[in-house]
Nanobody, 117 residues
Framework: VQLVESGGGSVQVGGSLTLSCSAS?????LGWYRQRAGAQRELVAA??????TDYATSVKERFSITRDPKNTAYLLMRDLTPEDSGVYYC????????????????WGQGTQVTVSS
């Protein structure tokens, strides 16, 4: 599976961004992890083929993940804060994506999100 990411960029506090991630073929789990400065990579949002979703507590009320039948996932990020800044990595897995990615997890190239005040 290959992943192609798009979206990201710079936005002011309170703004919105949408990330997208297209998988080259059908795969069960899609989602995003983020790497913030000085922090470990964390799961932000995930969605399964059956449309089960999972979110980090810090984004649950502000982010929304969806996917379409063509194996593309979207992450709508609203009410962004500087703490949301970081590199966002699309990920795919034949199983549910969790906080502890398995060796089967496939990674996108990452996209920078910068939120400034």
């Amino acid at each position: 599976v290959q992943l192609v990411e798009s979206g990201g960029g710079s936005v002011q506090v309170g703004g919105s961004l949408t990330l997208s991630c297209s998988a080259s073929r059908r795969i069960f789990g899609l989602g995003w992890y983020r790497q913030r400065a000085g922090a470990q990579r964390e799961l932000v949002a995930a969605i399964s083929e059956s449309l089960d979703t999972d979110y980090a507590t810090s984004v649950k009320e502000r982010f929304s993940i969806t996917r379409d039948p063509k194996n593309t996932a979207y992450l709508l990020m609203r009410d962004l804060t500087p703490e949301d800044s970081g590199v966002y990595y699309c990920a795919a897995s034949p199983t549910y994506l969790t906080q502890y990615p398995s060796s089967q997890t496939i990674w996108g190239q990452g996209t920078q999100v910068t939120v400034s005040s």
